[in-house]
């Protein structure tokens, strides 16, 4: 029985591997004219202070929005461009349009916010990454305290003293720093010490099941300690109900993100959550005001 399933199965799975394969070569050539095409968006998602209500960031998260395949989603796409190196260009791309739009932003409303952008390893390797930067931030004028910069643990132990060095030239640029995804990663707490961070992400896949279930709590509130340690601001991430917002608000997270307030929205929409939740004094009032 099994000698006879075997050859079906083989052939299934390379089929199926072939298929893959293809799929993935179809997207890459046309990954390659994304940019120049203008098929790259961003969405934007809020972060929430956990004190003040107030829309404090918004992270900006990249779609590739194709006449033939849709909108595609960036863990689709981004391992492809990380591989042929297209996310420097796109990565550069994306920090010079939330800087932009970050500066419109202040430019429209009352309160200033943080844009926060993920970094690849390929750009945290690119040698001119800080002279890229800065020559941004001058073109768009936006201060550079209101660019946050995401990096993962991974990413950083691909090439941990240089990217060490990079991160401190970005600080002394002015940037803010955020360690992203914390706790799935393989850094020490020795090296979070050297990483000159001002934000840690507790990721998602903690926050998931902080309330049921008391392993994940015990390591949410371990990370909460070690960064308010570390004077360190917390964000949670992927909170999606109440129970959880209510659970990382109470251990002393600053900062709120998740499907709970918002998905990521593209930038009309939150241009105009941004001006109705000017007057919002605390988070209760947020969360109607963006449902409703
Ligand atoms: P990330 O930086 O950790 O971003 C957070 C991801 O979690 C986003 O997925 C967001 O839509 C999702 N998310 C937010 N709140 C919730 C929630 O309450 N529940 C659940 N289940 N998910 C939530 P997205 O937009 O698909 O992005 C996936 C990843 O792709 C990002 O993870 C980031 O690593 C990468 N990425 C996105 N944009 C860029 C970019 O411009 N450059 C680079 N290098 N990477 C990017
Ligand atoms: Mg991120
Ligand atoms: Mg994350
Ligand atoms: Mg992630």
């Not at 900006?60 to 042929?84: H, T, Y």
């Not at 961070?197 to 392993?215: A, E, G, M, Q, W």
């Not at 593209?266 to 005001?289: C, F, G, H, Q, W």
């Amino acid at each position: 029985e099994a000698y006879r399933q075997m050859p079906n199965n083989y052939q299934f799975y390379s089929a199926n591997m072939n298929s893959q394969l293809q799929e993935r070569l179809a997207l890459e050539s046309k990954l390659r004219y994304a940019l120049q095409r203008n098929e790259l968006v961003l969405y934007y998602q809020p972060r929430v202070d956990t004190t003040t209500g107030k829309i404090v960031s918004v992270e900006a998260l990249l779609r590739w929005q194709n006449p033939e395949l849709g909108l595609v989603s960036p863990a689709k796409f981004i391992p492809i461009a990380e591989a042929n190196g297209s996310i420097v260009p796109i990565g550069e791309w994306v920090i010079r349009t939330a800087c932009t739009q970050n500066r419109l932003w202040q430019e429209s409303l009352s309160q200033s916010l943080r844009v926060a952008v993920n970094l690849s390893a390929r750009q945290l390797a690119q040698l001119n990454l800080v002279e890229r930067i800065a020559s941004i931030l001058n073109e768009t004028q936006l201060n550079p305290a209101y660019l946050e910069l995401e990096v993962t643990e991974s990413l950083m132990m691909e090439n941990l003293e240089q990217s060490i060095r990079v991160l401190e030239e970005l600080r002394e640029l002015g940037v803010k720093l955020a360690l992203d995804d914390f706790g799935t990663g393989y850094s020490s707490l020795n090296y979070l010490r050297r990483f000159p961070i001002h934000t840690l992400k507790i990721d998602r896949s903690f926050v998931r099941d902080v309330v049921s279930n008391s392993h994940d709590g015990a390591v949410t509130n371990a990370i909460i300690t070690l960064a308010k340690s570390l004077d360190l601001n917390i964000t949670a991430e992927g909170v999606e109900t109440q129970e959880q917002c209510e659970y990382v608000k109470a251990q002393g997270c600053h900062e709120i993100q998740g499907y709970y307030f918002s998905p990521p929205i593209p930038t009309l929409a939150m241009t105009a959550l941004l001006k109705k939740s000017e007057k919002v004094t605390n988070y209760e009032d947020i969360r109607n005001l963006i449902s409703s």
